[in-house]
């Protein structure tokens, strides 16, 4: 089945406590990229990777990294979180830039307390 | 700078009713335009999408939107909502300028009544 896989799904950490939040796709798709939703904001991205080991920031990096060593992988850590990353964040894939939809992971629910 | 904007944040409706939500995008060159619905507790799923062509588009569960190019809108209409339809709806655009980002709305959270 075609889809993108995110772990953990739901996770409580402390602050400065790094943590990683993995995805991988089975699709071969070339673009991923990491959103954070939170209420009234929308989705907001925050990184975004072309291909293996291409990535670029979104509208809000602060706080955040991410790899791309694999086509299929692209984990998002945080290094030091706090409390203003509580959030839903979702993985998305999509063939290409353009001209095609994403393909969205079930998303994880990150509390930092 | 780029921006997509849903004029309502919560919508509520009897079943029966005729749906419409707006969306507006701030630029006016080549766009690809999306609508994605949230169930809760779900991730977000394409409902339907424009890239080119006909300008009003169908989707699936009996969804349209119209892409109106000199009002830079993609509202998307349904003619009878169900209960099922409790969910949120967002907008989404590509646009084809510095690395076809795509830039979402704030999303729209409809109920509808039993």
């Known amino acids: 089945e075609a889809q993108v896989t995110q772990n953990p799904r739901y996770l409580i950490t402390v602050t400065g406590k790094k943590l990683t939040v993995t995805c991988s796709q089975n699709?071969?798709?070339?673009?991923m990229s990491w959103y954070r939703q939170d209420p009234g904001l929308g989705l907001r991205q925050i990184y975004y990777?072309?291909?293996?080991?291409?990535?670029d920031k979104g509208d809000v990096p602060e706080g955040y990294k991410v790899s791309r060593k694999e086509k299929r992988n692209f984990p998002l850590i945080l290094e030091s979180p706090s409390p203003n990353q509580t959030s839903l964040y979702f993985c998305?894939?999509?063939?290409?830039?353009?001209?095609?939809?994403?393909?969205f992971g079930q998303g994880t629910r990150l509390t930092v307390v | 700078a780029q921006s997509v904007s849903q004029h309502n944040h919560h919508v509520i409706l009897s079943e029966a009713a005729s749906l419409e939500l707006g969306c507006n995008y701030s630029?006016?060159?080549?766009?690809?335009l999306f609508w994605y619905v949230q169930y809760p507790g779900q991730h977000l799923q394409l409902l339907l999408k424009?890239?080119?062509?006909?300008?009003l588009v169908k989707g699936i569960k009996g969804f349209e939107a119209e892409f109106i190019k000199s009002k830079f809108s993609f509202n998307l209409r349904k003619p009878s909502v169900q209960w099922s339809d409790t969910a949120e709806y967002f907008c989404?655009?590509?646009?084809?300028?510095?690395?076809?980002?795509?830039?979402f709305g704030a999303g729209t959270r409809l109920f509808v009544k039993a």
């Open positions: 998305a894939s999509s063939p290409r830039l353009s001209n095609t939809e994403a393909f």
């Open positions: 699709m071969n798709h070339e673009y």
């Open positions: 990777s072309m291909n293996v080991e291409v990535t």
């Open positions: 630029y006016g060159g080549t766009v690809n």
């Open positions: 424009y890239f080119s062509g006909d300008p």
């Open positions: 989404a655009v590509i646009y084809d300028t510095g690395g076809f980002k795509t830039i």
